[in-house]
């Protein structure tokens, strides 16, 4: 499927056309903010006590909506026939169940949405009840509430007849408080907990021995690579995620245009379905956007036959001379 091609894998999604999902994404993200305003929805509303599925493989996809992601949530929407397709029938199976989320600052309105698991035509309803309300710390501090939110996932998040692990995705550009207080896991994860704070590390690891968990990064507001190389405030949140999931739960990716090939590429990895991924995206994106992928999961698909870059394909790599950079796949 090409880019601009439309997409019909399901009756609900009959005739489904990007340009056009994304502009009704668009629409509903604009006046979502002013709506919950208006009717005086709080952030508790807007996070369930607790959530569960029956399926077998369920998925979690997380996303910052603050004000740095920019269009990043609307073209996943705008993907997201495709994404239910592709999910069930080749990677996760026909009960498979998304839940979606939305992580911003603990100082703004709506610091963490969740929303309960679903599929099919569900997954657009559930996408347009999500409040985007921008947000995010500023400068200066460059974290967000990706801690509270692995909270909630790891005490109010029931499968009990979920094959292994469910693979939970955050999609994002800035890094974790290091410490979550009581007050904050009580009002925002709607979690009670013993101590006065929980660091992010013990989360975080609690997280992971529950949950496969992957991050899809983005670089932090304008920045971008140069030379494959990470500089600045990515470079600082690429090494914060990295000292938490490890080098091969990492998906750096520049462009919002191939967030969902790169969700592809992770639930390949972990149905050990990587040689169809490879052919699937081959057969139906241009060179430049399957290199794109690709590059982007270097790292995930560490173990697996990696195709052999063209000649002059860029890698990651550290400058000559001077102080050393940390690069993408520098350990």
Partial sequence: MAEGDDYTPAPWAAQHDFKSARASYDRNAGRSYADAQAKNVTASDLVPESIATKSKHPLLIWCDTTGSMGGWPGVMFSKIPYLDHEMRTEYLGEDAEVSFGSITDTGDDYPLQVRPFVQGEGLKTSLEKLVLAGGG????????????????????????????????????????????????????????????????????????????V???????????????????????????????????????????????????GILAKEADKVAYFREEIEGRQRPDQVETVYKSLLTVHAEDPAPKPKPGASTMHKPAGGKRSKGLLDK
């Fill in 137 to 212: 710390s500023g400068p200066g501090t460059y974290c967000e509430s990706y801690a509270v939110a692995a909270l909630y996932a790891c005490r109010n998040v029931k499968f009990p007849k979920a094959a292994g692990k469910p693979t939970l995705i955050i999609i994002g550009d800035e890094m974790p408080y290091d410490l979550v207080s009581r007050s904050d896991a009580k009002t925002f994860a709607k979690v009670d907990i013993e101590e006065t704070r929980l660091s992010a590390d013990a989360i975080f690891k609690e997280l992971t021995e529950k949950y496969s």
């Fill in 214 to 264: 992957y991050l899809i990064l983005k670089p932090y507001g304008g920045e971008s690579l140069t030379g494959d190389e990470l500089r600045g405030v990515t470079k600082d949140v690429y090494e914060r995620w990295e000292k938490i999931l490890g080098a091969r739960r990492i998906a750096f990716l520049p462009t919002a245009d191939r967030v969902v090939d790169v969700i592809f």
